[in-house]
Structures are given as C-alpha cells and as structure tokens.
C-alpha cells in the first residue's frame, strides 16, 4: 500500500509501476467482457488513461475494486457502443430529414408504399410498449413535440418526459431486433 501510495503522489513519473503491477489483470478483466484481443487493447490503454488522470484524487481504499470497476464499465461501454454502430436495431422517424413528406411525395410509388408500410410496423409495434412510454414516444417522434412541451400537455416534468423517452429507448433496444422491421 505505501508503494502505491508513492506512485499517486508522484503523479505521472512512477505510473509505470502500477502498469507493471495490474495491467495484466486489467487485460484479462477486460477481455473477459469483449473476448476480442485488439478491442481489449483499445480499451485497456483508456482505461490506464483514466486511472491516471483520476489516480490523484483516489484514496486508495479498496484501490483493486476501483480499476476493477473502472474496467468492467470502460469495457460494457465499449461493447454497447460497439454493438450500436454496426447493428442499429431500428430508425424512428427521427431519423427522417425536414423535407420528408416532399421527398416521399417524388418517390415512386412502390418505395412510398414500403415507406408507409415500415411506418405502419413501427406503430404496431409501440402497442408493445408499456403504455406510459408509449404515449411520450408518440408524442416526441410522431407528433413531433418538444419533452418541453409534453412536459406542458401532461403534466410532467421535463425531467420525467426525459427519462421515459430514455427508458421507452432502452426497453425498445432489448426487446425488439432488426428482424422485427422487415
């Protein structure tokens, strides 16, 4: 302990020592969670970055469980972010530009059909939701309002608006897949 208490009040001129004393263990932590040796190397060197920078103020109390911590997080992070870029699991009309209805009124006519259709599968499936995210989902992508003023047209605070609009997100990307856009 008093090593590593020297290493955090030297600041960056003795890190070294802590990589040579855990970053093996924070490899293999890692790379239990992405299993991908080169993603785990990305990772690592993030990770030993914000020990680094953060290593001033730790107070070395259960230090292990700190970087340990930090790992694990650093590399979930990673794995969703990962996951996010090559598999979007669905657009929502968001994703539309301003222009939309003017565009789709110059596509032809079996692309404003399939359009309509993909439209029509996102709105079934908002029935699956539950039902007090549904109504704000609807609100924010369909009818285009702002949380600001769904807040205002039912009584919410912005803040709740914000977090069932993060929920609905995050329900919809568990339970719903690519597939079931097709």
């Known amino acids: 302990m008093?090593?590593?208490?020297?290493?955090?009040?030297s600041g960056a001129d003795r890190?070294?020592?802590?990589?040579?004393?855990?970053?093996?263990?924070?490899?293999?932590?890692?790379?239990?969670?992405l299993r991908s040796p080169h993603d785990t190397e990305d990772v690592l060197q993030e990770v030993l970055l914000t020990i680094c920078r953060?290593?001033?103020?730790?107070?070395?109390?259960?230090?292990?469980?700190?970087?340990t911590r930090i790992a694990v997080?650093?590399?979930?992070d990673w794995q969703r972010m990962k996951r996010r870029r090559e598999n979007p699991a669905w657009h929502l009309p968001e994703d539309r530009p301003e222009n939309y209805d003017q565009l789709q009124d110059q596509m032809p006519i079996v692309e404003q059909?399939?359009?309509?259709e993909r439209l029509q599968k996102v709105q079934d499936k908002l029935e699956e939701l539950p039902?007090?995210?549904a109504a704000v989902v609807r609100d924010y992508y369909f009818r285009r309002r702002t949380?600001?003023?769904?807040?205002?047209?039912?009584?919410?605070?912005?803040?709740?608006?914000?977090?069932?609009?993060?929920?609905?997100?995050s329900w919809m990307r568990r339970h719903?897949?690519?597939e079931d856009f097709e």
Do not use: H, M
Request: glycine share 6%.
């Open 2 to 9: 008093e090593w590593l208490r020297a290493v955090r009040d």
């Open 15 to 33: 890190f070294g020592e802590l990589i040579d004393e855990y970053g093996e263990y924070l490899y293999r932590t890692i790379n239990a969670v």
């Open 54 to 67: 953060t290593l001033p103020e730790c107070r070395l109390d259960g230090f292990k469980t700190w970087i």
């Open 73 to 76: 997080n650093r590399a979930i």
């Open 113 to 116: 059909l399939i359009a309509k």
């Open 131 to 133: 039902s007090d995210y």
């Open 147 to 169: 949380q600001e003023e769904i807040s205002q047209e039912r009584g919410l605070k912005p803040k709740s608006v914000e977090s069932k609009l993060y929920r609905a997100r």
């Open 176 to 178: 719903w897949q690519k």
